[in-house]
């Protein structure tokens, strides 16, 4: 059910896709879902109050107050510079996302070693994007140079209080890394993004094969973005195009899942499943009585699944009950005390007791995906781990039920990924050999993409 004012473009749908039926005893209910945002972004539709505009926009008027902010966070340190094409390669690929900025958006570009520089505009400024700043910009990009060390939570620190010193709606951050995070503590990395949660959104880039996976995907996680390798420095250019191309189509930003639950409900889990497996549990903000918020961060035209799972009280055979409710809320834009969020739209989680056993062992056909889909992502990443500590057996045995889920449920992309890294003997029972010898971008690749999934066959 979609509800949504004058104001509220792109238009937001719920649709919930369960099997309410539990057995007399049952208590746990399971929900798919769907997500979907349309008339905004790259459609075409006329932007939300606040939001960003352009000439494919053209509500944008040249002077006006920027609407949408991007910083780009340049890994500089001295590994770079190995080979040389690697920096020659970063700065191009900077210098295409910069082309592909709406005008009317602000932004800027940080230079990362062991410190965090301004690259331009500088004076913890940012720079409205037009003809002049776009040529401006490129031209400071000549002076980047690799030196120094690695020390990530400094970087994105710095585009915290640039981003924020602007009064926009969408904030987001492009961060390129080609090392380890070796000149900060893990602690700091991680208050870096405690404090940066919430604030803006960012897409992580690891080029090369000398980075940590998990420090990537893991500022991503934290900042609602996506993650990824580019194995080869000659792709960084595309890209990096793709990802300014994804952060313009952004329409509204700090959209949150709230769930309502009545007395004696609790949530037992809330993840995204599509299009990547994103665990949002801890998440939760309390948001009144029985009522929690869980971040689902920018949205432009696209779709997500998200998998919620409720305990009930135990009933009686032939009741049923409101399990959840579910709806999507954004905040006041003016940050008035007191001022309720904006309902985008609701669906309902609902739960019936019944003594036909047919019905109540039945698994709803999304809940079964995403289930096979969330178990995928987690035997890659325990299979990698078990190869990389020596535990054969216990990687064959991983590896080869993920090669049995992605082959079920039609996951091509990730069989793809995994046939480079075990031979497939019978993809059906999951049935594999590892391989003697896996190319280190091919076992990062894997890892870096194991919680991609594919949408349900509706």
């Not at 900025?101 to 331009?120: I, K, M, N, P, Q």
């Not at 915290?160 to 995070?181: E, F, K």
């Not at 305990?311 to 008035?336: F, H």
């Not at 996951?411 to 019978?426: E, Q």
Request: glycine content about 10%.
């Amino acid at each position: 059910m979609a509800i949504f004012s004058k104001s509220s473009v792109p238009r937001f749908s719920v649709d919930v896709y369960q099997n309410e039926y539990l057995p007399e005893g049952g208590r746990e209910v399971n929900a798919i879902v769907t997500v979907t945002s349309t008339g905004g972004g790259t459609t075409g539709g006329a932007p939300l109050s606040g939001a960003s505009a352009s000439p494919s926009h053209p509500s944008y008027i040249p002077g006006r107050a920027p609407t949408a902010a991007v910083v780009v966070m340049v890994d500089c340190s001295g590994s770079m510079d190995y080979p040389p094409t690697k920096m020659r390669n970063a700065r191009d690929a900077t210098a295409a996302a910069i082309d592909t900025l709406r005008d009317g958006v602000a932004f800027a570009v940080v230079a990362g070693t062991h410190a965090a520089e301004e690259v331009y505009p500088g004076g913890g400024r940012l720079a409205v994007a037009d003809a002049r700043t776009r040529t401006e910009a490129k031209q400071a990009l000549r002076r980047l140079s690799a030196g120094g060390g690695t020390a990530i939570g400094t970087w994105l620190k710095l585009a915290d209080r640039l981003l924020n010193s602007a009064d926009v709606p969408i904030r987001h951050g492009i961060l390129l890394t080609d090392g380890r995070n070796e000149h900060e503590s893990p602690e700091d990395l991680r208050a870096a993004l405690d404090a940066c949660a919430g604030r803006f959104t960012c897409d992580a880039r690891g080029v090369g094969t000398d980075w940590e996976v998990k420090e990537v995907t893991g500022i991503a996680s934290a900042l609602l973005g996506t993650a990824d390798i580019v194995a080869d420095p000659a792709g960084l250019a595309a890209d990096f195009t793709r990802m300014m191309e994804n952060a313009m189509g952004k329409e509204v930003a700090d959209v949150s899942l709230r769930l309502w639950t009545p007395v004696g409900a609790e949530i037992v889990f809330v993840k995204q499943v599509a299009p990547t497996v994103e665990e949002l549990t801890d998440r939760r903000t309390e948001a009144g009585p029985r009522a929690g918020d869980y971040p689902t961060g920018s949205w432009g035209d696209e779709s997500r699944d998200y998998h919620v799972c409720v305990r009930v009280p135990e009933a009686a055979i032939g009741q049923e009950m409101l399990a959840a409710r579910v709806s999507l809320v954004l905040p006041d834009p003016t940050g008035a005390a007191g001022v309720p969020p904006q309902t985008l739209s609701q669906g309902l989680v609902r739960a019936v007791w019944t003594d036909d056993m047919a019905a109540s062992t039945s698994i709803n056909p999304q809940v079964a995906h995403y289930t096979g889909q969330a178990e995928l992502a987690q035997v890659i990443q325990q299979g990698l781990e078990a190869r990389k500590s020596g535990d054969f057996d216990g990687a064959t045995a991983k590896l080869g039920r993920a090669v049995q889920l992605a082959a079920a449920s039609g996951n091509a992309d990730t069989a793809k990924l995994l046939a480079k890294v075990v031979d497939v003997v019978d993809a059906a029972t999951g049935t594999v050999r590892l391989k003697a010898k896996v190319a280190e971008a091919d076992e990062m690749t894997l890892e870096t993409r194991s919680t991609k999934t594919v949408r349900v066959k509706k």
